[in-house]
């Protein structure tokens, strides 16, 4: 993907396939919310039948998927915040129904949006991946070293 249409690394797709070594105590804390807020939403479609609860969850169970499968993480953790504030603005404005279960689901939902936005700032670190970054860097650092160049100003280095 070219730089200049990825300059934040969000379509970065990483290394695609099951492995617990990337994964940190914010992955899986992640993992976990989307997974019972997913599953809730699910029992609200079974339970009242109203496909937009279907949609959530099927969502919300496929992104926890996606982030064990690392794939397009930060682009994740970027939709995954206005998507589940979403949910708790589209549920105050339905007049707050559900209230026993929303008491659980809907705290669940403001760590998760405060989790997402932790994960997509801090994603390099935690992960120790530093390809991410220089890929969002445009290449500079890896590419400058390679050809021999000072990273600061691109001159030749003067080493034989």
């Known amino acids: 993907m070219s730089n200049s249409l990825n300059p934040s690394g ?5 290394d695609v396939g099951f492995s617990t070594e990337n994964l940190s ?11 019972v807020t997913g599953a809730i939403h699910v029992y609200l479609y079974l339970e009242q039948g109203f ?9 919300f169970l496929a992104a926890a998927i996606a982030v064990l499968l690392n794939l397009y993480r930060r682009l994740l953790y970027a939709v995954g915040i206005p998507f589940t504030a979403g949910q708790i603005v589209l549920w105050y404005a339905q ?24 994960l997509f ?37 003067r080493e034989a």
């Open 95 to 118: 007049g707050m129904p559900d209230m026993a279960i929303a008491q659980f689901d809907k705290p669940l939902q403001v760590v998760l949006v405060v989790l997402l936005a932790y």
């Open 51 to 59: 496909l937009p609860f279907l949609f959530a969850g099927i969502v």
């Open 10 to 14: 969000l379509l970065e797709r990483g």
């Open 25 to 35: 105590w914010a992955h899986w804390l992640g993992v976990l919310i989307a997974t």
């Open 121 to 157: 700032v801090n994603e390099d670190e935690l992960t120790g991946s530093e390809t991410n970054a220089t890929e969002r860097d445009g290449g500079r650092h890896a590419t400058e070293r390679d050809e021999g160049r000072d990273a600061t100003d691109g001159s030749k280095s």
